[in-house]
């Protein structure tokens, strides 16, 4: 199969001749789910790949999705693949300025976006940028054009451009190009991440040897396609003949759940924290001998290790809290599911422990855009599992540690390199050819790869986004009440803030409003001084997207100088000097994670 898979599209293929099925892909319309069987699929794909030739397309145009989850994502993607386009998924929920940047940086020809709402989003975007032609829409939307639109052109000029797309298909080599991907840089411009065919076709083969799922099986897709975690997946799932069913709205998913009863699925830990935090309330609603079992039934679940020998007395307790415990909380996710993949951010040890005691095996793995993605996963059929790691490394790659412990990576998921930024790319991969991951970690038992910490600064929320924490500080600083800010949140839910505002002005603001207090200490504790700082941070979050907007902020009465320590000599934020300071407000701003 490796040698039959050398390009995207070539799963397509491969699914048709191997494993057809009624439900190769599916989505939900109006509460119904509706399905396309991987003949339709084919055939839907090679529509849109003509259509835009018929529309004066050339090989090596980037056409632009901007959509939830939905399996004409799928039809997109495998259309623009063979037709030799090159695909710019881009996320549904960034702000109006990374919009036209990529679309922009890009040179996007075409934008198909999901519904309406981002139909409204892009329409105006499209009219400012010079060389979109068109904006189409996935769902029906009025006054746009349906994508639907591409397939019909592709029917009608069958004869005219099917030779054509015969010999572009032909013509693809592994080595061009395939995607964009754009990610957030530190500096808070994106950068386009060019993977080749050969870049995502190596990994996912790679990791479709991990488990023997198969055309018998069902995998639900929710995290978004456009980034690479979840695409890489897409294709695994339907190389293995998988049927997937996609779903765009998050409050979707436990309902999806219980319909499909998928047998795997990805996710990220802030799922599968709001997953374990179910359970607990489930818990805390029983009352007498039944809350005690429960509770006792969760304890047990710290013993779980993967591959651990229990003694036959901790073996019955386990059989018995599964009989009356651990089997809701299976059937509580369809019944199914026999792996789930996280990755984005770290898993917290004692949610892999709980899912693990419960036979909800999950698989945490590591890896970025830039290396397609996956360098290291645990592997269930090899029993290479440890709990705190995100397991040995992927078949294909090399991995060292340099002289500060960063991981350094080379394979052949390694990127093309940075769309246009030659420098950019420099900067991460070496003259020989390693990939500089930013990410400190060490090998445990010689095995099994642990991250550490992150070397710079950006970091990610337990969702897996990412957040470029000083664009967000400096576009906070603009306001003349802000004069140093740090916004916090790694492995958290959502972003906060503290902020040491610009006094001088504060006072005069304080005096104008009359208000009273004795010291700045007792200032930036008045109701009506913290709401006025909401205030300002509401309208930078406006200008953000959803996930990096500052959620919760916290004022600290010091002024951060380099005498005392916050700022260096050049005035750069030491962040850790700053964690430490107000540490006792990081644990307030995120205590409700804490206490678990």
Not at 3 to 29: C, H, M, S
Request: charged letters at 25%; aromatic letters at 10%.
């Amino acid at each position: 199969m490796g040698q039959t898979v050398t390009r995207n599209f070539d799963v397509l293929e491969y699914a048709l001749k191997e494993f057809p099925r009624e439900d190769a892909i599916a989505g939900k319309k109006d509460g119904k789910w509706y399905t396309y069987s991987t003949k339709e699929y084919y055939k839907k794909a090679h529509q849109l790949a003509m259509g835009l030739m018929a529309m004066g397309l050339k090989r090596g145009d980037k056409v632009a999705t901007v959509t939830t989850n939905r399996p004409e994502w799928s039809i997109a993607d495998m259309g623009l693949a063979m037709g030799g386009f090159v695909h710019v998924p881009i996320y549904p929920t960034l702000g109006d300025d990374e919009y036209k940047y990529i679309l922009n940086h890009a040179e996007v020809k075409i934008i198909i976006a999901g519904d309406k709402k981002l139909f409204q989003s892009m329409n105006p975007l499209a009219n400012m940028i010079r060389g979109v032609i068109a904006v189409y829409t996935f769902e029906d939307v009025d006054g746009a054009k349906n994508y639907e639109e591409i397939l019909s052109l592709g029917e009608a000029n069958k004869d005219k451009f099917e030779e054509e797309l015969v010999a572009t298909k032909n013509d693809i080599k592994p080595k061009d190009l395939a995607t964009l991907i754009y990610t957030s840089g530190t500096t808070g411009v994106p950068k386009g991440v060019m993977l080749s065919h050969e870049n995502l076709v190596s990994n996912f083969v790679a990791h479709i040897k991990l488990h023997n799922l198969g055309k018998e099986h069902k995998a639900l897709s929710f995290l978004p396609l456009c980034h690479v975690y979840e695409r890489s997946m897409n294709y695994h799932f339907q190389l293995k003949g998988m049927g997937v069913y996609y779903v765009g709205n998050l409050a979707q998913i436990v309902s999806s759940i219980k319909e499909i009863k998928p047998h795997m699925f990805n996710s990220v830990p802030r799922l599968l924290e709001k997953v374990y935090d179910g359970f607990v309330a489930k818990g805390k609603e029983l009352s007498g001998v039944k809350k005690k079992l429960y509770f006792w039934a969760l304890r047990l679940t710290h013993h779980f290790e993967y591959n651990k020998k229990f003694g036959a007395l901790m073996r019955m307790k386990i059989a018995l809290a599964d009989k009356l415990i651990y089997s809701k909380w299976r059937a509580a996710l369809g019944g199914n599911i026999t792996y789930i993949v996280s990755g984005g951010a770290a898993l917290q040890p004692q949610i892999a422990r709980v899912l693990g005691m419960a036979k909800l095996t999950t698989l945490e793995g590591y890896g970025l855009t830039e290396t397609s993605p996956v360098i290291a996963v645990n592997n269930p059929l090899k029993n290479e599992m440890m709990i705190g790691t995100v397991g040995p490394i992927l078949e294909g790659y090399d991995v060292k540690f340099a002289a500060d412990g960063e991981i350094l990576c080379k394979g052949p998921g390694v990127m093309m390199g940075y769309y246009k930024a030659p420098e950019l790319t420099e900067e991460v991969i070496d003259r020989n050819g390693w990939f500089h991951t930013g990410d400190i970690g060490v090998l445990v038992d010689d095995k099994y790869l642990k991250i550490t910490d992150r070397k710079k600064e950006i970091f990610k929320l337990s969702g897996g986004k990412y957040i470029a924490p000083q664009m967000i500080e400096n576009k906070l600083k603009t306001s003349e009440l802000i004069e140093q800010v740090m916004v916090i949140g790694a492995n958290e839910k959502f972003a906060s803030a503290i902020i040491s505002p610009c006094f001088p002005i504060l006072h005069d603001w304080a005096g104008e409003h009359k208000l009273h207090y004795e010291n700045n200490e007792e200032l930036i504790q008045l109701p009506e001084v913290i709401n006025k700082l909401q205030k300002e941070v509401a309208k930078v979050n406006k200008t953000l997207g959803s996930h990096e907007q500052i959620s919760r902020i916290r004022l600290v009465y010091e002024e951060w100088t380099p005498a005392s320590g916050e700022l260096s000599p050049t005035l750069k934020l030491r962040r850790n000097a700053v964690s430490v300071k107000y540490q006792h407000l990081i644990n307030d701003i995120y205590s409700v994670g804490a206490s678990k």
